[in-house]
């Protein structure tokens, strides 16, 4: 399995992730991003507690 890296941005919505290769079935995965508050730069929400 590899890694995939993806860089924030200020706009929350859908990120589909569409993977391929030679000899393998390709695949695609969606997540969504929602918008959380933040007071100079934290934030007191923990991850997966919306």
Do not use: D
Request: no cysteine; glycine share 8%.
């Amino acid at each position: 399995m590899n890694r995939v890296f993806i860089r924030a941005s200020r706009t929350p919505g859908a990120i589909t992730l569409r993977a391929t290769a030679t000899g393998l079935t390709a695949a695609t995965a969606r997540v969504t991003s929602v918008p959380f508050a933040v007071t100079g730069g934290l934030t007191t929400q923990p991850p997966a507690s919306s």
